[in-house]
């Protein structure tokens, strides 16, 4: 999977497999988590947000199955 380097406090890159619907995000301080279940429309709105950290935050974290990878 390739990952897309993002300007973000929190986060240092993530990457999408649509056909899985998995989502991959690395952090700076905290590993690689997959997330799983994400529609495209979610990984989506994370490109596209002003605050990278405050969108994982409020759509991702805690909203989708993961693991730590």
Do not use: E, W
Request: a positive charge.
């Amino acid at each position: 999977m390739q990952m897309i380097p993002v300007s973000s406090s929190n986060l240092c890159a993530v990457g999408y497999d649509g056909a899985k619907q998995t989502l991959v995000i690395r952090f700076h301080h905290g590993g690689t988590y997959s997330y799983f279940g994400v529609p495209q429309n979610v990984f989506d709105g994370l490109l596209s947000s002003g605050s990278k950290g405050s969108y994982h935050a409020n759509y991702i974290k805690n909203t989708f199955p993961v693991q730590r990878i």
